[in-house]
Nanobody, 131 residues
Framework: QVQLVESGGGLVQAGGSLKLSCTAS????????IGWFRQIPGSEEREVVA?????????YYEDSGQDRFTISRDNVKNTIFLQMHNLRPEDTALWRC???????????????????????WGPGTQVTVSS
């Protein structure tokens, strides 16, 4: 069964750090572009935060995103990570990873900004940042 599963979320104070994981089953993550999104609770709106291509191009979609986020992969574990620092209350969201199994050659940032660049989504992990 093809699926993505996120983990690592939790409750953290503003300024704190978390490391999220996105683990795949049924396919090899190393062959695909992967994106991390924030989804506001109760909404279908999703904002891309970071993207990594199969050749390890990385891109961060918010101003100074590279100062707060680091996206990386571990092919042995078939997992993509998102290390997050200096978390803010506005980072409170359901964090989801995604890929498109029909487009293995897509690369960030030419692709990856839009939710429509992705077709397979994990259920998400909740991150709550208190002020």
């Amino acid at each position: 069964q093809v699926q993505l599963v996120e983990s690592g979320g939790g409750l953290v104070q503003a300024g704190g750090s978390l490391k999220l994981s996105c683990t795949a089953s049924g396919f090899n993550l190393e062959n695909y572009m992967i994106g991390w999104f924030r989804q506001i609770p109760g909404s279908e709106e999703r904002e891309v935060v970071a993207c990594i291509s199969k050749i390890d191009d990385t891109f961060y979609y918010e101003d100074s995103g590279q100062d707060r986020f680091t996206i990386s992969r571990d092919n042995v574990k078939n997992t993509i990570f998102l290390q997050m620092h200096n978390l803010r209350p506005e980072d409170t969201a359901l964090w989801r990873c995604a890929t498109d199994l029909n487009a293995p050659d897509r690369r960030c940032p030419i692709y990856g900004r839009s939710r429509w660049d992705y077709g397979t989504w994990g259920p998400g992990t909740q991150v709550t940042v208190s002020s």
